[in-house]
């Protein structure tokens, strides 16, 4: 089992940065992809990033690049960082891991078995 704790999200203006940070328990984070969905209201939950234990990373459309994925294994966090943002990304950010997680599917949350849950970001215009 893997616990996951989701903080940092916040009121934040347009062009302005915030960084997400998702603790992990339970289970040591080494070994499994750690990502991060967003689900605005109204909306169906949209996949924003991943990173596998290998360092490997992906990210969806909509952020690439203006959010950074990157993990912390010996403090089992990962971290998002968000640049330039948008009021667009007002969402609650969830964090998933899974200890599989596949090239074909990555972008499903249906490919996670665990959630943390969710921390809200708000960019004003």
């Known amino acids: 089992q893997v616990q996951l704790g989701e903080s940092g999200g916040g009121l934040v203006q347009a062009g302005d940065s915030l960084r997400l940070s998702c603790a992990a328990s339970g289970r040591t984070a080494s070994g499994v992809a750690m990502a991060w969905f967003r689900q605005a209201p109204g909306k169906e939950r949209e996949f924003v990033a991943i990173s596998w234990s290998g360092g490997t990373t992906y990210y969806g459309g909509s952020v690439k690049g203006r959010f950074a994925i990157s993990r912390d294994n010996a403090k089992n966090t990962v971290y998002l960082e968000m640049n330039s943002l948008k009021p667009e990304d007002t969402a609650v950010y969830f964090c998933?891991?899974?200890?599989?997680?596949?090239?074909?599917?990555?972008?499903?949350?249906?490919?996670?078995?665990?959630w943390g849950q969710g921390t809200q970001v708000t960019v004003s215009s």
């Open positions: 998933a891991a899974s200890p599989r997680v596949y090239l074909d599917s990555y972008w499903y949350a249906y490919s996670y078995e665990y």
